[in-house]
C-alpha cells in the first residue's frame, strides 16, 4: 500500500470515474457559490458601511438584470448538477440485462455470496474484470449495507425483501468490502475482500471450486423435497398455480390488485403463502417460515427463475426454441446468467 495522500479510494469500476467527476464539480460549484457569497457580503459590509452618525442609508433600487442573473445561472447550474446526478444514480441502479447473478445473505456477522454456479463464499468474492456482476441481497437478521469504496457502489440489505445493486470491475486486484450500516457489536468486523480478476485466472478459479451443483438444481432438489412438486404441477390443471414462466410476469391477484413477480413476492409467497393468494386458487399451501433457510430461498428462486423466460422472451414453454443469447449460460438456463457461462472470448 502506498501512502501518498489519498481522497478517496482507487477507481476500479465501470462508473467510478464519472462519479469522482460529478462529486468534484458539486463540490467546486458549491465552493465557489460559497466563496462567491462570502466575499461579496464582506465587500458590501466595507463599500456601505455607515460612516458617520449622521449619514443616511444610501437607497438602491430596481435591478433587474443583475436579479435575474442570479436567479437564472444559478438555476441552471443546481439543475444541471441535479440531471446529471439523477442520470448516474439511474444508471447506478439499473443492472445490464447481461449482468451475471450473485446471491447474497447479509447476517450478524458476515457475508455469505452465492454464484450461480453453486460455488459459495464467505466474506469474499471472486468476480472476472470486464464483466457486469448484479448482486441480489438479503438479510437473516437486521438491516446491513454493502459497501465496495474502490467500486463507489452502497446499498443497504433488508430482512424480508431483495436489493440489487451491480458494477463492473475495470482492474483486477483485491478490493475492500465493508458493512456500511450499524448492525451490532461486531458490525466492524463484518468485512471482506472482493477479487476482481482477469478472466482467464477467474476462470481457473471456478475450475479450482468443486460446486455442489447450480444454485437452480439445489433449488429444484428442494421444491421436491418439501412436496412443492405435488401440488405445483408444469402440466394439465392443478389446485396451484403453475410456477413455469413465474417470474417477472404481471400476476392477478385475488383482491383485484396486480403484482409484478419478483424476488421478493416469490419469497414471501414460499414463507406466508397467505399474504398474496392468486385470483382463481384457494389458500390451501402450508406455511414455510422457519422451515427454509435465506439460502435456500434464493435457491429456490434461482430454480423459479431457471424456468422462466427472460423478460420479453416467448411464451414459457421448452428452452429448445429461443434464440440464444447471453442470457442462456453454459447449462441451459435461461433467465439467469452465470459468469461462467459460455461466453464469446473467455474460455
Ligand atoms: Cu452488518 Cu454492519
Redesign the pocket.
Known amino acids: 500500500m502506498t501512502t501518498h495522500l489519498r481522497f478517496a479510494t482507487q477507481q476500479s469500476s465501470s462508473v467510478a470515474g464519472e462519479y469522482d467527476l460529478l462529486f468534484w464539480i458539486l463540490t467546486a460549484i458549491c465552493g465557489i457559490v460559497v466563496l462567491g457569497i462570502a466575499a461579496m457580503i464582506a465587500y458590501s459590509a466595507l463599500r456601505y458601511r455607515r460612516r458617520s452618525e449622521t449619514e443616511l442609508p444610501e437607497q438602491i433600487q430596481g435591478g433587474i438584470k443583475l436579479e435575474l442573473t442570479w436567479t437564472i445561472v444559478p438555476l441552471i447550474l443546481f439543475m444541471g448538477m441535479f440531471a446529471w446526478g439523477a442520470r448516474l444514480y439511474f444508471e447506478i441502479e439499473t443492472p445490464p440485462a447481461n449482468a451475471a447473478e450473485i446471491y447474497v445473505v ?4 458476515m457475508w455469505k455470496l452465492q454464484h450461480l454456479d453453486g460455488a459459495r463464499e464467505i466474506n469474499e468474492l471472486h468476480v472476472p474484470v470486464g464483466r457486469p456482476v448484479k448482486l441480489i441481497m438479503t ?1 437473516q437478521d ?4 454493502f459497501f465496495v469504496p474502490s467500486f463507489r457502489i452502497k446499498q443497504d ?1 433488508l430482512p424480508g425483501r431483495y436489493t440489487t445493486i451491480w458494477f463492473e470491475a475495470t482492474r483486477a486486484g483485491e478490493f475492500h468490502l ?7 457489536a461486531k ?2 468486523g ?1 468485512i471482506g475482500w472482493i477479487h476482481a480478476m482477469e478472466p482467464r485466472n477467474y476462470q481457473e478459479w471456478v475450475e479450482r471450486g468443486a460446486a455442489e451443483g447450480s444454485m437452480s438444481s439445489m433449488g429444484e432438489k428442494m421444491f421436491h423435497q418439501f412436496a412443492c412438486a405435488n401440488c405445483h404441477h408444469f402440466e394439465g390443471p392443478a389446485t396451484c398455480p403453475n410456477l413455469r414462466g413465474l417470474y417477472g410476469r404481471q400476476v392477478q391477484l385475488k383482491d383485484g390488485q396486480i403484482i409484478t413477480a419478483d424476488e421478493t413476492y416469490i419469497r414471501e409467497s414460499i414463507l406466508d403463502p397467505a399474504a398474496k393468494i392468486v385470483a382463481g386458487y384457494d389458500n390451501v399451501m402450508p406455511n414455510f417460515t422457519g422451515q427454509v433457510s435465506e439460502e435456500q430461498l434464493t435457491q429456490l428462486i434461482a430454480f423459479i427463475k431457471a424456468i422462466s423466460p427472460p423478460p420479453g422472451g416467448d411464451q414459457p414453454s421448452s428452452t429448445g426454441s429461443r434464440q440464444p443469447s447471453e442470457r442462456t449460460n453454459g447449462i441451459g438456463e435461461p433467465g439467469s446468467s452465470s459468469i461462467t457461462g459460455s461466453r464469446p472470448g473467455v474460455r
Open positions: 447479509g447476517k450478524q456477522w438479510s437486521v438491516i446491513h449495507s440489505v465493508f458493512c456500511a450500516e450499524y448492525c451490532g458490525h466492524s463484518m
